[in-house]
């Protein structure tokens, strides 16, 4: 796996809303999960989601970091920084919106 196609897949995965793939229901991040919830709450609980989804779905690409970057209440948006490896050792991230 590439460079490139580990960014897509960890986009992928966490831009996904767990049961919204009919073939495929339990990729993504549970957002709904976390929506009404306060922030420290919902911080960490999309944190270990996002750890155990990638654990799951792409074992390959190792997380080393999750930060919240921000949220937008009206607009129902929230930042992610989601910093990963792959076997190469060079850190990479994608900040996901």
């Known amino acids: 796996m590439g460079l490139a196609e580990a960014q897509k897949t960890v986009r992928v ?8 793939v ?11 999960d ?9 911080t960490r609980l ?8 990638m654990r799951v779905h792409a074992p390959q ?3 080393t970091k999750v930060r919240v970057l921000g949220t ?12 990963w490896t792959l076997s190469t050792g060079s850190e990479e991230q994608v900040t996901l919106i």
């Open 34 to 42: 976390v929506i009404d919830r306060p922030l420290s709450e919902a």
């Open 13 to 20: 995965i966490c831009g996904t809303q767990r049961g919204s």
């Open 61 to 63: 690409i190792l997380i």
């Open 72 to 83: 937008n209440i009206e607009s129902g948006k929230v930042v992610l920084r989601v910093y």
């Open 22 to 32: 009919p073939h495929s229901p339990d990729l993504g991040v549970d957002w709904l």
């Open 46 to 53: 999309l944190v270990l989601d996002v750890h155990q989804q």
